[in-house]
């Protein structure tokens, strides 16, 4: 007898990317900034730790609301912390979608999205994806109609590409919210500014965004959601009472008040990638042009497998990506390269070199 | 057209203790230890502050999963960390209980167990505690019988009482799991040792522990469960990958290695919590002896709400609690108040003697 409910039963878990616990690798699989994090998030933290650490924090972290606030020009009544984005997806699953209801996402993606509709017993469908990226909207429509939660990450992960606004609006669920998975956002050449939450349809849309990649927080694990008020308002009913420690309030705060530090290190990071995409091409590779703070890419002879573990061998770490059933029921498969350091990337690049 | 899950629509949301985020307060009203942590724990976050924030945490904590074993002489398998025991409590819910199965508590105790069963479509049953807050377990069997989860606090709260492992074991579902919620388990006489989950229905019953109260870490948000790696297993599918961040990860490990620390904050507090006991009985209040950091206290008065009221007139705040249909369908009110410094004490019970 199990005592599990069977949807939690029957998933086998969501596999995050390989996080080795020692030194010694030059890791380009996650996604993270390979630079550190502003120094005034280093003095927030120390502040705070020297501060009331033994009393609850505020549950509705009002600093950081307000800083998020300023840097869109909204209310700070639209914006809702979390625990890291990913806290954002699985409130939004709990908030807006019942058993057997449909969630729908493009393909390949982000496939976390149908882990969070299984143990929501919740139903997912892939919107296949053109093998250019761009979108079948005729083939998606249906889907989107039916969908309780569209989820569209922008720029895209495993391709790195990004959609317009105008795509965006096409994918708006008649009855049901929209969600844009802005965890890259930072990184595009036209960083979004939340001008889709002030369209007609800007009622169902929730922008979902994280400090894990442009403001270099992956372990501090905070991220943030806007949306109409009304939508924050339900959304605040699910999350835990306190979901955000006081740390990491005071440091997201801090790094969102550091906006200089984050830019100046988006553009170091998309220089790098302009640089990566060139020596990939030139060894041989199809690189997709990314807007985001890594590289999709294949190679001509197919071996991603092999090219995989004879890097990790030399220890360094891509991502393997297999997607089977793409579009024309097709596998899609490549490498998904994080923009490290130039160091890393030249180090990644002389390897690459000795093993094609 | 509300775009939210009924449930969700349906709910008011859970309403924590009052935070005032300003200075100036005598805050006797959620339970937070008066007394700082660890300054391990300080020197751990600075350390990781200046380390490498900008990559992922450990998505199982394995340091942190290592010194609960110690402590408790288990293996690290039987350990999940959890961003506070209110993430805990969510996980359990979602692990376990499908919409419209039931999950049962003692009533009067902490209510939300059933904010949490709205939130996933479940049912829930108060079992009425008698007036002297012991079980009857004729009355409650019948609920035990049929639950999914059993949620039991021990000590429980707002009495402050605490149930002995023989009463515990007559309330283990036959077929679900039972919940045992230490948060305050570090302030009774004789801690638990997690002796329970070595009878033959260990491998139903997940005890869930807080580094709010004891470790003095409401801030940092940090609580552990222990059972059988089993159900370890199927609940670690259930939380987000990096559910605990970098920070908390280094503190909470720090925090638990320190039991010197800890258990002479505790000592303390128990001490002060005799005097309180001693006090509030010559100003002419009930007070029912406590195994935790807090008194639950009554007036023949009756006149709860204008104490409180007066008291918070004065930058005092304690706990007014109201449970209607109790047993024999009666209301159970009075304060819970936490035990504060000597000092906070001192100030209560000075402005108690001009207010009666």
Redesign the interface.
């Given at each position: 007898?199990s005592?599990?409910?069977?949807?939690?039963?029957r998933?086998?878990?969501?596999v995050?990317g390989e996080?080795p616990?020692v030194d010694g690798w030059t890791?380009l699989n996650?996604n993270?900034?390979?630079?550190?994090?502003s120094p005034r998030?280093?003095s927030a933290?120390?502040q705070?730790?020297?501060?009331?650490?033994?009393?609850?924090?505020?549950?509705v972290g009002?600093g950081v609301r307000k800083a998020v606030a300023e840097l869109f020009g909204l209310d700070p009544d639209w914006v809702l912390p979390t625990?890291?984005s990913?806290?954002a997806l699985?409130i939004l699953l709990?908030?807006?979608?019942?058993?057997r209801e449909l969630i729908s996402y493009p393909y390949p993606s982000y496939i976390?999205y149908e882990t969070l509709a299984d143990?929501q017993?919740a139903r997912h469908e892939r919107m296949l994806l053109n093998p250019d990226w761009t979108w079948n909207l005729d083939a998606a429509r249906p889907l989107v109609e039916q969908s309780?939660l569209v989820f569209v990450p922008n720029p895209n992960s495993p391709s790195g590409t990004r959609w317009s606004d105008e795509t965006l609006l096409k994918l708006i669920p008649p009855?049901?919210?929209f969600v844009l998975d802005e965890a890259y956002g930072d990184f595009a050449d036209e960083p979004h500014q939340m001008q889709l939450l002030h369209t007609d349809a800007g009622r169902?849309i929730v922008v979902t965004r994280s400090l894990?990649k442009s403001y270099?927080?992956?372990?501090?694990?905070?991220g943030f959601s806007i949306a109409h008020p009304d939508?924050i308002a339900?959304m605040?009913?699910?999350k835990?009472?306190?979901?955000?420690?006081?740390?990491?309030l005071a440091?997201a705060e801090a790094a969102i008040r550091d906006q200089e530090w984050m830019r100046a290190n988006r553009d170091r990071i998309v220089a790098t990638r302009q640089r990566l995409a060139t020596a990939l091409a030139d060894l041989g590779f199809d690189v997709e042009p990314s807007q985001a703070n890594f590289v999709w890419t294949t190679h001509s002879s197919g071996e991603h497998r092999d090219i995989y573990t004879r890097l990790k061998e030399r220890k360094i770490l891509v991502r393997l990506m297999t997607f089977p059933e793409a579009i024309g029921g097709k596998t899609v498969e490549g490498l998904r390269i994080t923009v490290g350091t130039d160091d890393q990337i030249d180090r990644l690049l002389e390897v690459l070199g000795e093993i094609l």
């Open positions: 007898m005592l599990f409910r069977p949807d939690v039963e998933i086998a878990g969501y995050p996080q616990q890791k996650t993270e900034n390979p630079y550190p994090p998030v280093v933290i120390r705070a730790a020297e501060g009331r650490l033994n009393v609850y924090p505020d549950p009002t625990n890291g990913d806290e699985t709990r908030s807006f979608v019942d058993p976390l143990l017993g309780k009855r049901g919210v169902q894990s270099s927080l992956a372990g501090l694990r905070f939508l339900g605040r009913k699910v835990d009472s306190y979901n955000c420690d006081m740390i990491s440091a």
